[in-house]
């Protein structure tokens, strides 16, 4: 197999019925850990190598000779996946940084999928069958920083599990189909238990008062049928140290008009500084208004992982 890109869900209703597998949907970062005689590493579902980024995954699978696998990697906040908690340690530059960051906030490696196993390309296998040897080979391969989430049959008790829990969502998935690299398909349909969803940048407002000089709030969009719409402004849940990273970040990106396809209110456009839509961050808020804005929202953090052109309005 030569690179692939993770398989992705669409957003949707919980189907129901005997075809289908629910797995909860963890508040992580997806990754692809692959495994050869030569090599051990850890790609994005962008394809950029974050395998310094974890150190503390070296284990994952150690011993197999040659495997591929597709899961989530979570860091823990009062004993469940937390994406705030995770988010600092997305962005770590250097080798002892990563080692530092994982001595204080270590991961833990979920993995729902195995690609390849002894050489043999298993994408064209069924869920059930891929599964499978995805549970076997954590029996036959252990390691502390991995683990196997469970699967269940029961789509609704495992949708009031995760809500019980507070977790981020439910996936449930056809029993009966391949693992298709790189594509969203209906085979996999993902239910969100909170608001929250990326969001791309597409400008910023310059604070004031306390924070005279940085960005006072950040101009999101989100892509409809290739068309870039605005979803409002964010100006909350930012750390200094958040800030000054967004505004290095957003710096070389500025433009002199606005990227977003329809046109603004005064006041929406107001004081706003453009830029090209090439950052994605997730935001977590209360609803979207009839109007199409989102209300009471709250930054989370960057993902650098995410395609802005795959960043659409999720329905809630």
């Known amino acids: ?7 992705l869900a669409t957003a949707g209703a919980l189907p129901t019925g005997p075809e289908w597998a629910y797995e909860l ?10 495994r050869s005689p030569e090599r051990f590493t850890l790609s994005s579902r962008t394809e950029r190598d974050v395998t310094n980024t974890y150190p503390e995954l070296a284990d994952v699978a150690a011993g197999c000779p040659d495997v591929l696998l597709d899961g989530e990697v979570v860091a823990l ?23 530092r960051a994982a001595a204080t906030t270590p991961v833990t490696y979920l993995v729902f999928d195995v690609l390849r196993l002894y050489g043999v390309d298993l994408t064209g296998r069924p869920y059930t069958e891929r599964r499978a040897t995805l549970e076997r080979l954590q029996a036959e391969r252990p390691g502390r920083s991995w683990t196997v989430p469970p699967s269940f049959d029961d789509g609704p008790a495992t949708v009031a599990a ?31 238990l909170i608001r929250r969803q990326e969001f ?9 008062g306390g924070r005279s000089g940085q960005i006072g709030a950040l101009v999101l969009g989100y892509y409809e049928n290739g068309t870039l719409r605005y979803a409002g402004q964010v100006g909350s849940g930012f750390s200094d140290t958040t ?5 290095a970040l957003l710096e070389p990106l500025r433009r002199p008009q606005s990227p977003i ?16 839509p090439k950052v994605v961050v997730e935001v977590a808020f209360g609803e979207w208004t009839p109007a199409g804005r989102l209300r009471f929202p709250t930054y989370q953090g960057l ?14």
Not at 263 to 276: D, K, P, S
Request: glycine share 10%; net charge positive; charged share 30%.
């Open 261 to 276: 396809d329809e046109t603004l209110q005064t006041a929406e456009r107001h004081g706003v500084i453009w830029c090209a």
């Open 25 to 34: 949907k963890w508040d992580g970062v997806r990754v692809l850990a692959d």
């Open 303 to 316: 993902r650098n992982d995410k395609d802005p052109r795959e960043v659409v309005r999720e329905p809630q």
């Open 200 to 208: 791309v940048v597409c400008g910023y407002e310059v604070g004031t």
């Open 243 to 247: 800030l000054r990273e967004l505004g």
């Open 77 to 99: 906040a009062e004993g469940r996946p937390s994406f705030a908690a995770l988010a600092p340690r997305m962005h770590v530059s250097s080798v002892a940084a990563a080692r």
């Open 1 to 7: 197999m030569g690179a692939v890109r993770p398989m």
């Open 162 to 192: 995760g809500q019980l829990q507070g977790l981020e969502g439910v996936v449930a998935k056809r029993r009966g189909s391949p693992y298709r690299p790189g594509a969203r398909t209906a085979d996999w349909v993902k239910v969100r």
